[in-house]
């Protein structure tokens, strides 16, 4: 595996890492464990600033010029983390609510 292809894997393999770990964070702020579904939301962070930075990689490729190839599995890899940021703000804001709930 080389290439666009190692790419596409690099970013897939980390927003799904990240995405596990956001709806692990949900999991526990619904069991009233905010500190523990802050950290899951902190140590997702890193892997989505993981993906970013491979994506980021061919973005920059393709705005010097080079030609960088289309392929079902790049697309693949871009829904990964488009559905992870997603993901990561409504989770966000449903533990907030969990929090909110619990006060009252």
């Given amino acids: 595996m080389e290439g666009l292809e190692a790419v596409a894997f690099q970013i897939i393999s980390n927003v799904g890492t990240a995405k596990s770990l956001i709806m692990e964070a949900l999991y526990e702020a619904r069991d009233g464990r905010y500190e523990e579904a802050e950290d899951k939301l902190k140590e997702s ?3 989505m600033l993981e993906g970013h930075h491979a994506h980021s990689g061919l973005i920059q490729q393709e705005a010097s010029g080079q ?15 488009m559905s992870a940021e997603t993901i990561t ?3 966000a ?3 907030r609510m969990y929090r909110e709930m619990r006060q009252k």
């Avoid at 030609?67 to 983390?81: G, I, R, T």
């Fill in 45 to 47: 962070r890193f892997y």
């Fill in 67 to 81: 030609n960088v190839e289309l392929s079902l599995l790049l697309m693949h890899a871009e829904d990964q983390m």
């Fill in 89 to 91: 703000d409504l989770v």
């Fill in 93 to 95: 804001e449903m533990i």
